[in-house]
């Protein structure tokens, strides 16, 4: 039985009942009460059913249909440096798990994932095996881009709390890390765009620093 | 003391006996543990401690599907129904939770005490040099990193500490990758570690976790999953479960044997029972002795107990023709007496041998020698409680009759030509001394062990390939009183090894250098940035000036002038996620610590022995090669044992028959016996093992025997059940134990082959030396 009906019965099954006289308006009361609770939690799954629905939509909606290539603008602003640090570079996605992040300027680097493999290299060094527990502030940006193009919905809540705001065509993911060692690095991701792709990224940073990723048209 | 009440005793003593083999019996099987001294104690416990410590009780599975994705999932769900099981220490799947925050809680506060070469120089570094180093971590902090990277820099602006995390990250892995917080392989393999909570040799313990695998391994196959497993276990539930098998075997066959050659010549079976009472009073009290003196019974000395059956039997054997070709009118316990001053010379010179073993240095002689003198004390004087079973008169069989009428006959041919069989007896000593000459040993312990299956050796070398593992058996090692001392060693041995490998001596090689360091050590390197001229100052000035905030490194000068935190020591690590690591690597011993540091891809292992000798208080140790030096240092020691204990049988023979021709005749068939099995080993080419020489020790007392027996019986009409007697035994000898020579377990093999061999020389040596040296006029045969 589903939380509505759920309340709907206990009320009828209120009215319906013979209440004796002496001691009955406090019963009346407590049940007028107790409907109230039953059907705000009913009203709150509606809203969550439909949320999920949303979600599970926008999702599929955001689901990249083949080979993606965004390049992107990186604005950090970070306490340690006196300017924003802005570097410039691309990110490629193959369904259903292939997604390199490089950074073309001011220092290049490729951060590639295939499947579970997470290698990392800067150039002049040898590419390193991450491992992505060890790396929450990579792991954050990662998870959150490729389960997202691979509109894996599960995937996403295992590691996010995940919410959704949507304006007519704009949309805004809220992403909030369910990893405590991830938390203490990136409190929250979120983003945003319109229709059927991601225009904006911002990762907010636990000690208050902010990265702000602008993605170009897809090609 | 009457029949009734000799029985009571008997079955009270077997009851005793059993009672404590039941209560303790435990069974060893590593071959070094057999051979290990005194002299050799630290690197022997070391030895020891490894074959029995985490590393060695770690299995490796190693997962592989069509897909790196499918290999993943089903060592996910493997690893979920091991951790259910209850012989299982750990299982590990991946880096544990909470690793991060883990490392982090003990490195960064101590990100000074353990900086490299690199990070102390830096402490010292001009202004170009920090700037430089300002504008690596500024362009780190343009990519993915940025987040963790921004959080640790104020304090750690030098990045010592994610230095320092990149090197504990690779010692914890080792060779392996992570894939979503698994172990894989770079090839796409999924790999779980599976921790015992018993020894890889309790084959009792390990059989039901190995059924479990095979079981998981065949039902994963059918998901198109290979399981494979690398690890001790295996191998030692197979070798302990052919051993098993093989004695179990030998031991039926030997009982088939010895019951029909009882009831054909004998035709009785309570002379059958009696002898089966008192093996089983010798073996249970021999056991139990072992078991109370030491904790336990070696393998090998089991496999020795076996073959006392042979030297024990002959007692049941030699009463059973006297009492019936010539019986006391007495009875049995007549009969008994009469042959009892044969039997106690017979079996006080083996014990005079076997306590020669307790003098050795070696455990396992010891075990081996309170095994013998037990067994026999037992045998003898089982024998006397056991006496009244035996039939009041047991009438020659026609079988018994012809054998005895038939020896008696040969023997007396034979005294009839003394010069011949002199001649013949000195041929047979000079062909079996010339031959023996060319004996050779081999120190090989391991030879010894049952070779195993050509299968499970694959699939080891496999997933070890995969894995890059490091050697099992070849490593090197630091000795220290303590940790201080030990972990100083290790430092001093850490660039030593990384120049031999970058020699090539050597691929790589683990220790936990990476994770611990002497407090000393520690001290040193935090003075190296607390005492480095305004290092806050000069890193602030040189990281504005490229780019970074004014006061952004506060925090680092805060900690710089703040006290050092105390030095990080191993105990530490204990409940954190390198705990692991520090209980493969750190061994602690009776006399101090040892750091072990595994090695891998050896190509010059004289080199990397070059690197450890430099160091004070490392070794370097090749398994095999450190007990093929202790065996050799056994032989050493066993010949001046064996010759003693050779001296002790002639004093004993000397003061029973106090003529130089009686002693000679009954002592030369054992020295003729085990020669005659030492040259042929040498004439087969077949080097001499360590049980080998168990056989020859075996061989010198029962053929011994046969020599009083027929000395004692030399004057009397009981020449003839001597003679019976001795071919019976030596018979149910060569029967029983040559079936041993095949045996699929080497060791089990070459003591069947010399007591069988052995048993065969002494039948014919003991009635040769006989004809040849008894003095005529008094050899009145039957």
Known sequence: MSQSKLARGMCAGNRNSETPEGGSRRARRWARLLCGLAALTAAAGRADDAGDAQLAARIARLRAPGEVEREFVETKRLALLREPVESRGVMAFAPPDRLRWEILAPEPSRLRVEGARVSFERAGARARQLDLTLEPGARGLVDAVRFLLAGDLAALRRSYEVTLAEDGDAWRLALAPRDEAERRVVSRIELAGAGDAARELWLHFANGDLSYVAFAEPR | MSASARLGLAALWLALALGVVALRWEVANELPSLVESREHAQLAELSRRMTDGAAARTLTLVLTADSERAALAAARELAGELRARSDLERVSAGPPAGTLAALEALYFPRRFAFADAAGERLARADEPALRARARALRGALAGPEAGWLAQHAARDPLLLFRTQLAKLEAAQRGALETRDGQWATADGAAVLFARTRATPFDADAQAPLLAALDAAGARFAERGVRVETSGLHRFALNAQLAAQRDAQRISLISFALIAALFVLLFGSLRALAAGALQLALALASATAACLLAFGSLHVLTLAFGATLIGACIDYPIHLAHHHSLAGDARGPLGSLRAIAPALVVGAATSIAGFAGLGLSDFPGLHELGLFGSVGLIAGLAALWVVAPIFPRTLPPTRAQARLAEALA??????????????????????????????????????????????????????????????????????????????????????????????????????????????????????????????????????????????????????????????????????????????????????????????????????????????????????????????????????????????????????????????????????????????????????????????GLVLVLCFAEDYGVFLVEARADAALAAALTSIVAAALTTALSFGLLAFSAFPALAALGFTAGLGSLAALIASPLAAAALLPQARSTPD
Do not use: K
């Open chain 2, 409 to 694: 006959r040969g023997y007396a041919r034979m005294r009839a030509r003394p010069r011949a069989c002199r001649a013949a007896l000195a041929l047979c000593a000079a062909g079996i001394a010339l031959a023996a000459a060319r004996t050779t040993f081999s120190d090989d312990v391991f030879a010894l062990s049952l070779p195993p299956s050509a299968e499970l050796v694959a699939e080891e070398a496999r997933v070890q390939a995969r894995l890059g593992a490091s050697e099992r058996a070849r490593f090197a090692a630091v000795f220290g009183t303590d940790d201080a001392e030990a972990l100083a060693r290790l430092e001093a041995l850490t660039p030593r090894l990384e120049r031999a490998a970058a020699q090539g001596a050597l691929a790589s090689f683990d220790s936990l250098a990476p994770l611990l360091r002497s407090a000393a050590a520690q001290a040193a390197s935090e003075r190296a940035f607390r005492t480095a001229p305004a290092l806050a100052e000069r890193i602030e000035r040189a990281f504005a000036a490229e780019g970074f905030a004014p006061g952004a490194f506060a925090p680092f000068a805060a900690d710089l002038a703040a006290a050092a935190p105390p030095p990080l020591a191993a105990s530490d690590l204990a409940g954190t996620p390198l705990a692991d690591a520090v209980a493969a690597l750190r061994v602690p011993l009776a006399s101090g610590v040892a750091y072990v540091v595994t090695l891998r891809g050896i190509e010059d292992f004289a080199a990397v022995g070059r690197a450890v000798s430099g160091v004070s208080g490392a070794a370097l140790m090749d398994q095999r090669r450190f007990a093929a030096e202790l065996y050799a240092h056994y032989r050493a020691e066993v010949a001046p044992l064996l010759a003693a204990g050779i001296g002790l049988v002639a004093l004993v023979l000397g003061a029973r028959f106090r003529s130089l021709r009686l002693v000679a005749a009954a002592g030369l068939p054992a020295l003729l016996a085990a020669g005659a099995v030492l040259a042929t080993l040498a004439l087969r080419g077949e080097p001499v093992t360590l049980l080998h020489l168990f």
